[in-house]
């Protein structure tokens, strides 16, 4: 069992940056992938971004690439997403997920996920 809590989400301004913090319990954190989603009022959840378990891979959303950067520190047990540029549509809760591979996170099959965090970019 793995437990995951985000932290990080706030208001900002259109062009503003945040850095969301996801923070896994249990010794397996550096078994599985991670990845981050999104989901916006009335909209399904999305996927953002994921990384391989040693962090050596990573994939994006096209609506995030060059914008959004995910990164992980086993020794933590942490995995982040470092949001720049940000816009508008991006206001959503981000959801922390964990899985077995970046390309399995990528099609939303996911193993374990966090409660949310409130992104909100004004215009």
């Known amino acids: 069992q793995v437990q995951l809590v985000e932290s990080g989400g706030g208001l900002v301004q259109a062009g503003g940056s945040l850095r969301l913090s996801c923070a896994a319990s249990g010794r397996t954190f550096s078994s599985y992938a991670m990845g981050w989603f999104r989901q916006a009022p009335g909209k399904e959840r999305e996927f953002v971004a994921a990384i391989s378990r040693s962090g050596g891979d990573t994939t994006y959303a096209a609506s995030v690439k060059g914008r959004l950067t995910i990164s992980r520190d086993n020794a933590k047990n942490t995995v982040y997403l470092q949001m720049n540029s940000l816009k508008p549509e991006d206001t959503a809760v981000y959801y922390c997920?964990?899985?077995?591979?970046?390309?399995?996170?990528?099609?939303?099959?996911?193993?374990?996920w966090g409660q949310g965090t409130q992104v909100t970019v004004s215009s």
């Open positions: 997920a964990a899985g077995p591979s970046v390309e399995q996170l990528s099609r939303r099959e996911y193993t374990y």
